[in-house]
């Protein structure tokens, strides 16, 4: 359900019932934040992921892939290692889990739903 919408029918109640103080259930509404993230929310996601992700580094690359070469003046330089972006998808979407919320909208629809009498 949107915000607008609800916020529609709480107008229509208020007309019919005195029982709750609707205005102030619309005005705590209205203060629902909606889309974006907050700087902070950024922030805190951004500091779990580089931590999470330093913290398991060492499972991120994958070692039988490096490639190195034998430079002019005898250094062995590492030329070419490749990167298991499956491991760190699986980290990254650890993370965002802990702050993902369940929407409305994706509840399942055996929930109930009040009757129009």
């Not at 330089?77 to 929407?103: G, K, N």
Request: glycine fraction near 2%.
């Amino acid at each position: 359900m949107k915000k607008e919408n609800l916020i529609e029918q709480l107008n229509a109640a208020k007309a019919l019932s005195s029982q709750v103080d609707i205005d102030k259930v619309i005005e705590l509404i209205k203060q629902i934040e909606t889309g974006g993230l907050t700087e902070e929310l950024a922030s805190n996601i951004s500091s779990k992921l580089e931590s999470i992700l330093d913290n398991n580094s060492d499972d991120l690359v994958d070692l039988d892939s490096a490639e190195f070469e034998l430079n002019y003046d005898n250094r062995i330089e590492l030329s070419r290692v490749d990167v298991d972006i499956r491991e760190i998808i699986q980290h990254v979407e650890a993370v965002l889990e802990e702050f993902t919320i369940v929407d409305d909208d994706e509840v399942s629809s055996s929930e109930f739903t009040p009757s129009e009498d």
